[in-house]
């Protein structure tokens, strides 16, 4: 896919999200779940491949539970740079919104190639929250250009069917922070760099 579609829907002079440089990958693949308040909440799923991230929002967030499938719509490629992306990307914006890190680690598959062109990509995540087994699946007879797929706990060590790891752990594993306190924080920061504007005059009145 590519970074074209990431560069072309970004104003990079209004929002602080990395541009679209391409990078290679090297070493362990890196993979990264953000929480993001944007016109809805939800969960981007993001893993590292062929120098760029392939990318998923899932409406409802990953769950522990191999029973429940969670629908994941593919979205552009974004770059590498923005596995550490936190804050806030402005109003009026694409995704206008607070994003905060809320997992982050590597992940191994056999052959992803194959399973991207298949449609079942099979990997092990190996996560500060989400572990073990997984699988994403694109849903057959899908009408979305093949953009719906449903991603599934594999039944393993790791696999829960009562925790709701995104109630438990709602914070950042980067900052600490929740999403009310990125937000908070990322516009007391540009209040401080807005520069002092009060005409003075050069007389004080009494």
């Not at 969670?70 to 806030?88: M, S």
């Not at 680690?105 to 996560?127: D, M, R, V």
Request: proline content about 4%; glycine content about 10%.
């Amino acid at each position: 896919m590519g970074l074209t579609r990431y560069r072309k829907k970004r104003d990079f002079s209004t929002t602080s999200e990395p541009r679209a440089i391409p990078a290679r990958s090297g070493g362990k693949l890196r993979f990264v779940v953000q929480k993001h308040a944007a016109s809805r909440l939800h969960y981007d799923f993001r893993l590292e491949y062929a120098g760029v991230l392939k990318s998923w929002a899932i409406p409802k967030g990953p769950s522990l539970n191999p029973q429940e499938k969670r629908l994941a719509i593919q979205v552009e490629d974004h770059p590498l740079a923005y596995a550490d992306f936190e804050g806030i990307i402005p109003q009026g914006q694409y995704g206008g919104g607070s994003v905060l890190v809320w997992d982050q680690g590597t992940w191994e598959c056999s052959n992803i190639q194959k399973g991207l062109s298949e449609g079942k990509l099979e990997f092990a995540l190996h996560g500060e929250k989400l572990k073990g087994r997984w699988s994403l699946v694109r849903m057959r007879g899908d009408r979305r250009d093949g953009k719906n797929w449903l991603l599934m706990k594999v039944r393993d060590r790791y696999a829960s069917a009562t925790a709701n790891i995104l109630s438990s752990s709602p914070l950042s594993v980067l900052s600490g922070r929740g999403l009310d306190e990125v937000s908070a924080e990322e516009i007391s920061k540009a209040e401080l760099r807005q520069p002092n504007t009060t005409k003075r005059s050069g007389k004080q009145g009494t």
